[in-house]
Structures are given as structure tokens and as C-alpha cells.
């Protein structure tokens, strides 16, 4: 996901995005544990993708604290 695509949501749909790659990642670590999954890039991605958008929360925090 870039991060012009996650600056155009709102933040309920942010927050949404998170519980379903929080839900995500654990199945995939999940499968990882076990042998099933070789795929580690699609993990590294979705941490990414999960550090962006706590990155534009806060950024929005902090914009709504000075105002």
C-alpha cells in the first residue's frame, strides 16, 4: 500500500485496515511456525505497510493536538 493511498482514508477505515492485518499477520506467522509459508517478503510488507499507517495516524495526532 503507498502512502498517498493510506492518506486519502479516513481514520476509522485506518483503524480498520490494522485489525485486518494484525489478523493477517498472525495466521501468516502462524503458518510460518509450522512450515507451511516461504512467503517472507509478504510479511516484511505488510509490517511495512502496518508502520505507515501508524506513522499517519500520529501524524494526524500531533496535527490535531496543535490546532
Known sequence: MKGQKVRDLDEAELRQQLREMD???FRLQFQMSI????GLKKVRAMRRDRA???TILRERELA????
Open 23 to 25: 489478523e493477517q499477520m
Open 35 to 38: 512450515g507451511q509459508m516461504e
Open 52 to 54: 505507515r499507517i501508524y
Open 64 to 67: 490535531a493536538e496543535k490546532k
